[in-house]
Every structure is written in structure tokens, then in C-alpha cells.
């Protein structure tokens, strides 16, 4: 509270809250971070995206080499099949009454996996010889149809009428008198069942006419024959990645399921998100925390300041010259009276020098070289300073107060009294009552001094306090107390009477 008028002059000028430094920074935190997470959802969304494209690949390119193999299984068991049972087929064809139908199914069954029937045709797709039951009206002419498209060379396709569908072989052979096309029909296999059942993560497979983009097969979805619907424009700019089937007229494609990358993007922002938010609601929650603190200091501050001007209006006020300083003997603080003890105008003249270059006399208690117990030693004669002020001897009285924080001496506060009306009139009276005591004590009339402090307007409570000589000598007394014996007995005479 002493320490100086700049210590309350630079505490006005601190700033009431620092809300206008902290609330930028706690804005560019919030940015750096959101820059920072939205930088590494970034890159991590572009490595998801490469081994989601990846993914991709891998799956068609395999599903692709395993149906190559199936179909160049079964194009190869067709074609051993038509050589080795040449003659047989062609005797189904001329003489259809005198075969074993079902031994050739047994044959032709065991070859081929999952056969649901056979056709002969001749090289130009006359139909010339069918075993099993048609699934479609037109399945003759749709065979004929392919066969054509092919030109009458060994290929593989696909029917389908309503619920009921599957691939066909057709292989060219050699019999002994002519040439025809064995087509052994098959249902679908597992391999269509994986397009079909589809859920793969992010994307649906195809199974389209390599020319055409008309759809065979897709997630939930058998393309019935006459009825295949084409690729739209976006599906196929939209296609992820495409590759042919191996000895098929077919491709195999991958579509991007819809909503899909909201959902990836999503899950990848969604902890970078809550991770800002909760970041953000602690920045804010701090913000107010540091408003709250800093309107508290700003109220203790104003506090202190009031405080402070109401010491120093204190101070001002008293008749006292007070002097702080630190441990070093340099002033922090001064009030009008020492200012004016000291000579100077103003205090500002004053702040920041050394006591003892301003004060030198060695009478000072600052310039003594004294610790705080050696000056408590001091008697109140070395505690006196002489001094002439304004043409005028005058006497101060010092005293001092040590400041300590946590234990430890700060500084000390100097006050310098002026007694010099004091010391007079504490001379006078003391020569004043010699002289009383000497005209008491040498009167040649007998003084005596009563003391009537328990006076009730009785003789008797009358007490002898103090005799001069000339009382002893009236009363014959050597000294006061055989006096005081002679009072006291003469007062019980009188209490007796």
C-alpha cells in the first residue's frame, strides 16, 4: 500500500481484462487445430480412397481370372464331350428312336456341371436335336440368335425368362458324315450368385455385354433375355473400374453404391468434429473462466486503487513526514509533509533517489548503518534529530516501521515527527515543578500535601501525601511516616470521644 504513487499510477494503467488479447488467441487455436484435423482428414480420405480403388481391382481382376477358368473349363469339357461321343450325337440326330437318351445325359451330365439340357444344330443353327425341358418360348431363336453373333464358332452366353436362366456352351464338331454344334445349357453358377448377393463395401459388381453395356447381372438383379436394360450416361462415366471376362463377350464393371462416400466422409470427419467441438466448448468454457477471473481482478484492482487513494489522502493528511524505501534505502514513496522536510516541490522530484544522498545528516537513523534490533535498542534521546528549518531550530522524533513479504523485510516506512513544541513544554514542566518542589520543601511554613481522593467531607479520610520540613518541626516529627503515625492516632481519639 506504501510502496509509491507510480506503483498506483501503473496499476490505473493496466487494462481492466485481457478478453481482447485471449479471445484471438483462443480463435486462432481453434483455427490452427480445425487446420491441423482437416489436413489429416484430407489425407486420410485420399489413402481410403486409393486402397478403396485398390480394393477394387483386386476384386474384379480375381473375379475376372475365376470366370476365364470356368468358362474355359467348360468350353473345353463341351468340346471333348461333342469329339468323344461324335457318332453317338450324330445318331440323335438321324436315328433319334434307336439312342439311349439318358445314357448320353448321363455322359453329357457328368461332363458338364450343373447341365440342365442339351441342343444340335447345324452349322447354320438349325435346331436338330434338344434334350431337357425350354424355359423360355423363344429360347430356340435366342440360341440361334447368339450363334449367329458368333458366327457359328465355339461361345458362351447367357439366357434368362423370368425366374429361370442360365449359360450355354456351343462348340462346333465333326462327326463321321457332317459337321453340327453341341450347346449344353447349364444353370448359374456360384460365380453369379456373388454379383447377384453383391454387399461389398462401397461398390456393386456387373456383369455387362462388353459392346453394349447392356446389364446381365447386378447386386439383386437378373437381366431377363429381350429385356436387358443399358448403362445411363452417369452410370457409366460413374463406372470405378471395368475388365473383360476372359473367352466371353462379357465385362466386368463396379459401380460406386450411392451415398456411400457421404457415409465414408462421415465416419472420417465425424471424431475430427467432435474432437473441434469439444475443443471449441473447452476454449469457450476457458474464455469465460478468464472472464470471470479477470473481471474479479479487475474489481480487486479497483479495490486496491480506492484503498490506495484513501491511504494517500491518509497520508497526505497527517502532521507526520513519511518516507518509504526499499531494503536499498531508494524511495518509493514520500507525503507532502516530508516533501516539504526534504526541500523539494514535488514528489516526483523525490521518487526513485537514495534517502541518505538526500539526507546525509549522520543523526539520520537511515544514515546510522544500523539493523532493525540495534535501532529497537535505541533510547528515545537517539531517536532525536536537530535540524534548522526555515531559519528555525526544530526537533524531530524518528521511528520507523519494517514491510515484510513472506517473512522477509521489503522495505521500511520513516516517520518524522516534529516535537519540538513538545520538548518544550515537557522543559518547562519539569523546571517548572523543581521549582515547586524547591519552594515546598525550603518554605519556612509548614506545607502539608492531603490527598483526597476518598474525601466524603470527613477529617478522617483526609491521607498526608507529602510534609515539608517545617511540618516535621511543628509536629516534632523526624520524618513523614512518624507524622502519618501521629495523625492516625490522634483521629482515634477523636472517634473515641
Not at 448359374?188 to 447392356?214: A, C, H, Q
Not at 531517536?383 to 524518528?398: D, F, M, P, S, T
Amino acid at each position: 500500500m506504501l510502496s509509491s504513487t507510480n506503483d498506483a499510477t501503473k496499476s490505473e494503467r493496466e487494462p481492466s481484462n485481457s478478453s481482447g488479447v485471449n479471445l484471438p488467441l483462443f480463435i486462432l487455436s481453434f483455427i490452427f487445430l480445425a487446420v491441423v484435423l482437416g489436413f489429416n482428414a484430407f489425407k486420410q480420405w485420399q489413402e481410403d480412397e486409393r486402397r478403396f480403388v485398390e480394393d477394387v481391382h483386386r476384386t474384379l481382376d480375381n473375379y475376372a481370372m475365376q470366370a476365364g477358368l470356368l468358362t474355359r473349363a467348360g468350353l473345353h469339357a463341351n468340346n471333348t464331350l461333342a469329339r468323344s461321343y461324335s457318332d453317338f450325337l450324330e445318331q440323335c440326330i438321324k436315328s433319334p428312336a434307336t439312342v439311349d437318351k439318358d445314357e448320353l445325359w448321363g455322359h453329357i451330365s457328368a461332363a458338364i456341371f450343373n447341365a440342365t439340357g442339351f441342343f444340335l444344330t447345324s452349322t447354320s443353327g438349325d435346331l436338330l436335336f434338344q434334350y431337357g425341358q425350354l424355359m423360355g418360348d423363344n429360347e430356340i431363336q435366342d440360341i440361334d440368335k447368339h450363334l449367329s453373333r458368333a458366327d457359328y464358332k465355339s461361345t458362351v452366353f447367357s439366357l434368362r425368362y423370368g425366374h429361370m436362366g442360365g449359360y450355354y456352351i456351343a462348340t462346333p464338331f465333326k462327326s463321321a458324315s457332317s459337321e453340327y454344334i453341341l450347346i449344353s445349357r447349364r444353370s448359374y453358377s456360384n460365380l453369379s450368385d456373388i454379383i447377384y448377393n453383391g454387399r461389398f463395401p462401397g461398390f456393386e459388381i456387373l456383369l455387362l455385354e462388353r459392346d453394349s453395356y447392356k446389364v446381365s447381372i447386378r447386386e439383386k438383379y437378373f437381366a431377363s433375355t429381350g429385356s436387358q436394360p443399358v448403362l445411363t450416361t452417369d452410370e457409366q462415366a460413374n463406372i470405378i473400374y471395368s475388365t473383360p471376362v476372359p473367352a466371353t463377350s462379357w465385362n466386368v464393371a463396379a459401380l460406386p453404391v450411392q451415398g456411400y462416400e457421404n457415409q465414408q466422409l462421415w465416419a472420417r470427419l465425424r471424431n475430427p468434429l467432435i474432437f473441434l467441438i469439444v475443443f471449441g466448448l473447452i476454449l469457450v468454457g476457458l474464455w469465460h473462466f478468464l472472464r470471470h477471473q479477470e473481471r474479479q481482478v479487475a474489481h480487486l484492482r479497483a479495490q486496491r486503487r480506492y484503498i490506495e487513494r484513501r491511504a494517500d489522502r491518509a497520508l497526505k493528511s497527517i502532521d507526520e513526514a513519511l518516507i518509504s524505501t526499499d531494503v536499498l534505502g531508494t524511495i518509493n514513496y514520500v507525503n507532502p509533509k516530508a516533501v516539504d522536510m526534504l526541500g523539494y516541490q514535488s514528489r516526483e522530484d523525490i521518487i526513485g533517489r537514495q534517502l541518505g544522498d538526500l539526507w546525509s545528516d549522520q543523526q539520520a537513523l537511515w544514515n546510522r548503518g544500523l539493523d532493525i534490533e540495534e535501532l529497537n535498542t535505541l533510547q528515545d534521546s537517539g531517536r532525536q534529530l536537530n535540524l534548522i528549518q526555515k531559519g528555525e531550530a526544530r526537533i524531530l522524533e524518528q521511528s520507523y516501521h519494517p514491510l515484510y513479504e513472506y517473512n522477509k523485510i521489503t522495505g521500511i516506512v520513516w516517520l518524522l515527527r516534529d516535537v519540538t513544541e513538545a520538548v518544550k513544554a515537557k522543559s518547562a514542566l519539569e523546571e517548572s515543578r523543581t521549582r515547586y518542589k524547591a519552594l515546598f520543601e525550603e518554605a519556612g511554613i509548614a506545607h502539608c500535601l492531603l490527598g483526597l481522593k476518598d474525601f466524603t467531607n470527613d477529617v478522617l479520610n483526609i491521607d498526608i501525601i507529602d510534609v515539608n520540613e517545617a511540618a516535621l518541626q511543628l509536629a516534632d516529627a523526624s520524618d513523614r511516616f512518624e507524622l502519618e503515625k501521629h495523625y492516625a492516632n490522634h483521629t482515634m481519639i477523636l472517634n473515641l470521644s
